[in-house]
């Protein structure tokens, strides 16, 4: 052999055998996964120093060439082994800073979760909703902005009737009103469809009127049930049911004569203490009277039947009316009206 060619040879194999050992050094050393692949790209990618090395075996005698290319076959197999070994290592690394990192300590006392509570009037509105429901009063809804037409003539209450004086309107333009009343609705729903009809109206009515016992806005619920054979003592069924269960069993109610123009006769109705069923004089609730005015009610005036394009001939009705506030206020025994418009979260939490 030339010394030449020998140098050559020898040289091939100490540059195979010095990028092995260096490359096993530097993945012993490498601290992530990113710097472990750029030492695999170093060493056994095309460019890398193990693959240049190997381009020289073309200069030394055929009878070399095996022995080298074994011996870097030798030290790929080496370096692909430790890598793996290397990259296993790492990776459990990796997943244990991973869960050092978020670990979530279970001891740590909550965030406190604030839950809202449903206001009084809505409170209301849902008891007295399904407590009528049960007899099959279905709620209906109406537009708040009304036409003059539908907010008084409708009911019975003419332009120059005196009634209109009882309540002060909000007037909106020429002919439109923010209705005063839930009574609409009762119109609206009889125009539209034929009886019979047993509806609940819930909903804002709006009047110029406002100290510690009447607000501008504040809320009614108006029940109808039209039918053939509707009578005086169905409606006084129907309220005594009602009373009894929103105030308690032992309840009793009682009709005194009144005048609503809508309906006649009409009555306003009371409900029996439900505190002192009229034993204390000095009752905070029914100052000593023993009674509790909850709600008016009649029988629907023929006159609306015939603008609802009913025949009064044909069948009967009876309406009432109530002040959602009036009887949250006896429900939760809230002193005052104004407490369920503030918004104040120490009235409300109490819900
Ligand atoms: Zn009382």
């Known amino acids: 052999m030339e010394p030449l060619l020998f140098y050559r040879h020898m040289s091939i194999h100490a540059a195979i055998e010095e990028k092995g050992r260096s490359a096993l050094n530097q993945i012993e050393v490498s601290s992530d996964l990113e710097a472990l ?114 907010n008084f003539e409708a009911v019975n209450i003419p332009k120059d009737h005196p009634a209109r004086d009882m309540q002060d309107t909000f007037f909106l333009g020429p002919g439109v009103v923010l209705r005063s009343q839930t009574s609409p609705v009762q119109m609206r729903t009889m125009r539209e469809k034929k009886w019979p009809v047993r509806i609940l109206c819930p909903g804002a009515v709006y009047r110029c009127d406002s100290d510690a016992t009447h607000s501008p806005m504040f809320h009614q619920i108006e029940g109808l049930w039209v039918d053939k054979k509707v009578s005086m003592s169905d409606l006084k069924g129907v309220l005594d049911f009602f009373a009894k269960e929103l105030f308690g069993s032992h309840v009793k ?30 009752c905070q609730v029914c100052k000593g009277t023993g009674w509790l005015e909850i709600l008016g009610a009649g029988m629907v005036h023929p006159r609306l039947f015939e603008l609802a394009g009913y025949d009064p001939s044909e069948i009967s009705g009876f309406a009432f009316g109530m002040g959602v506030e009036r009887i949250a206020m006896l429900l939760h025994d809230i002193p005052d009206l104004r407490l369920m418009f503030q918004g104040d979260q120490r009235f409300l939490k109490q819900f």
């Not at 004569?257 to 204390?280: H, K, Q």
């Open 253 to 282: 109610i009682r009709l005194r004569p009144s005048y609503f123009p809508f309906v006649e006769p009409g009555a306003e109705v009371d409900v029996s203490c439900a505190l002192c069923a009229g034993r204390n004089p000095h």
């Open 37 to 150: 692949d750029a030492v695999r790209v170093s060493v056994l990618g095309k460019k890398g120093s193990l693959s240049e090395a190997l381009k020289q075996l073309g200069q030394v005698p055929p009878e070399e060439r095996p022995k080298l290319g074994a011996l870097a076959n030798e030290w790929k197999a080496k370096i692909e082994t430790a890598i793996e070994a290397r990259k296993e290592i790492l990776a459990a690394a990796q997943i244990e800073a991973d869960l050092i990192r978020t670990r979530v300590d279970v001891t740590l006392p909550s965030r406190k979760i604030h839950l809202g509570s449903l206001h009084p009037i809505t409170r209301t509105i849902r008891k007295v909703s399904d407590t009528l429901g049960r007899l099959g009063f279905d709620v209906t809804t109406g537009p708040e902005v009304e036409t003059d037409f539908m």
